[in-house]
């Protein structure tokens, strides 16, 4: 086991949840947590252009290393080799762009990639023409829950997987988790074609980016297994994920316990016990020590690596594209914007809806 030690820096920091004067999750916190524990890092700067937000951040974690309001002159003196970006979606693609382009070895970003597809597949593509290893935090991937089923389904337990569902409130900040968990329980099975609607009729922004109100997203993936999310007004499928098999089906719910099945041969449900839940912060900091065994295991991809991000961030923006073309949108996506966006401001959709 290596001990090798990494430089590590983040940028973007804020107040956990809930705690006076939070504007987010303040995800820097467990991203920190997350890589102190693996007892791999030297925390070597923090940024943010909120100077007072950064020196709370050393205050609540007990901690001292250098300050920044410019993240540029950070990387620049300080030359990490992980660096987390903690940010509201809109500035993740700038901010990893230019942190591959610094040199840095390996990012840990928040979830969702980037609010447009143009530059998710920028952030991917700097990450590659840089040999970073660009991860994102879908982390419910390594809690237990996710995990026992993803065994069930590979050991056969309800037959030949045919069908996933999913329903949560918005199909951007929180559908990105719940679609990246569909692909995971599906082998990271490209998609063929979308096929989606959505309703924006009023404002709903969470952390800066747009979402929709209502949405349904069917997809086809290229083994043949099909997805559908439902997401806001009155989406309810009696749980939050449900996988159906050619002889049984298995569903993850929000409330403990948390998984069940029905397989060939029971009559009734099966509670399959875990100890953990669909939340936790444990989670985080498995992923952080994932992206530290990439680091020294070359060729190793994470388990939350950029390659797995992109391929549901397609499906979030061709459900986009599909609502505004009124039809299916056969993968691989073109247009680059977000069509969600662009029908708001040309007032197709939502509030201010262009009646003329």
Not at 243 to 255: A, H, K, N
Request: negative net charge; aromatic residues 8%.
């Amino acid at each position: 086991m290596s001990s090798e030690r990494y430089r590590y820096a983040i940028i973007g920091t804020g107040r956990p949840w809930k705690w006076e004067g939070a504007t987010g999750f303040g995800m820097a916190h467990p991203h920190w947590e997350g890589f102190r524990d693996t007892g791999r890092v030297d925390l070597v700067g923090i940024a943010d252009i909120r100077e007072e937000a950064a020196r709370q951040f050393l205050v609540d974690e007990h901690i001292d290393t250098t300050v920044y309001t410019d993240f540029r002159t950070m990387l620049a003196e300080q030359k990490p080799e992980i660096v987390s970006i903690c940010t509201w979606p809109h500035l993740h693609a700038e901010l990893t762009v230019a942190t591959a382009e610094a040199g840095v070895k390996a990012i840990h970003c928040e979830k969702p990639m980037a609010t447009t597809w143009g530059d998710a597949k920028r952030m991917k593509a700097a990450a590659e023409a840089n040999g970073t290893i660009l991860t994102f935090n879908h982390q419910r991937r390594f809690l237990e829950p996710f995990q026992r089923a993803r065994a069930e389904l590979t050991a056969g337990t309800i037959g030949e997987l045919k069908r996933m569902e999913a329903q949560c409130g918005d199909m951007f900040d929180w559908g990105t988790h719940w679609l990246d968990m569909l692909f995971f329980f599906n082998n990271e099975t490209p998609a063929e074609w979308v096929i989606g609607q959505i309703d924006s009729r009023t404002d709903n922004i969470v952390f800066g980016a747009t979402m929709e109100n209502q949405a349904i997203c069917h997809f086809k993936c290229r083994n043949g297994v099909r997805g559908l999310l439902i997401t806001g007004f009155e989406a309810d499928l009696g749980t939050a994920i449900r996988l159906i098999g050619t002889e049984g089906v298995l569903e993850i719910g929000w409330d403990n316990p948390s998984l069940r099945l029905r397989a060939k041969g029971d009559t009734d449900w099966r509670v399959i016990e875990t100890q953990e839940g669909i939340h936790g912060n444990i989670a985080i900091n498995r992923a952080c020590a994932d992206l530290i065994h990439a680091l020294d295991q070359p060729g190793y991809k994470p388990l939350l690596s950029v390659d797995h991000a992109i391929q549901h961030t397609e499906v979030i923006y061709a459900t986009y594209e599909s609502s505004r073309k009124r039809g299916r949108v056969d993968l691989p996506l073109e247009p680059e914007d977000s069509a969600l966006i662009a029908m708001l401001e040309a007032g197709e959709i939502g509030p201010r809806l262009n009646r003329d």
